[in-house]
């Protein structure tokens, strides 16, 4: 008798202990969980930053919108002419940079990359951008047709990314679209902290912006040296490398 509850008690250490096992390693390595056929990913570190990025795009555009156009008198000792507001949305909008770089390094350092924490990444890039576009426009410090162009550049290649999802086709960004982004991110700060040349590297951003849009467009309905090939409005490559 003895013997059957210390059999049965080891037992359920053993399998407390394994189930303990198997989450941890699933927490660690998103992939791992995918390839073991389980869909539910967790809020891992990578995917929290981006969340949070997403949330530093609010405040951004709140301190821009509330025009608090009292100067930063210390900073004008050194001939630097900028308002609290500006300060504010600023150090927010670089924390919101820091958290872009941070999660991309630690999902590939700690190997958490996933098709969600992509999508979720990319989706915390366009609403930064778009949400201070919308507070740099309500500012004039930007034209009406540069927020009307990187929305309709960014809806369609969501579409497409939408539509290339319900096929199972991997979406990968392209160098275009990652430079794109990189100098909407650069003129953005400098039109914040009204530093000269923001508006002409936004016109080069935007500039891009179409560009690499067109391409995404291109390489899922054309033919031939495009990324991808389609045959009766079908996609039948497995694999695009699209526009961030």
Known sequence: ???????????????????????????????????????????????????????????????????????????????????????????????????????????????LATNLGRSIDALADKILIVA????LLELQRIPSWILAVTITRELLVMGLRLAASTESIAVAPSHG????????????SFLIFRIPGGMVLMLVATFLSVWSGADAITALYSRGSSPCHVKRFKIIKTYCNLSD
């Open 132 to 135: 201070v576009m919308v507070a």
């Open 1 to 111: 008798m003895r013997k059957q509850v210390a059999y049965s008690a080891s037992k359920q250490i053993t399998g407390s202990w394994n189930n303990w096992l198997k989450r941890r390693a699933l927490g660690q390595s998103s992939e791992r969980r995918i390839r073991e056929g389980n869909t539910i990913i967790p809020l891992n570190l990578p995917n929290s930053l981006s969340l949070a990025r997403i949330i530093l795009a609010f405040f951004v555009f709140f301190f821009l919108s509330l025009r608090i156009d009292f100067h930063v008198a210390f900073l004008s000792e050194f001939g630097v002419y900028i308002t609290w507001g500006d300060l504010l949305a600023g150090c927010f909008f670089i924390a919101a940079l820091l958290t872009d770089l941070l999660d991309g390094y630690i999902a590939r350092k700690r190997k």
């Open 177 to 188: 679209g990652k430079l794109k982004t990189a100098l909407q991110f650069i003129a953005i």
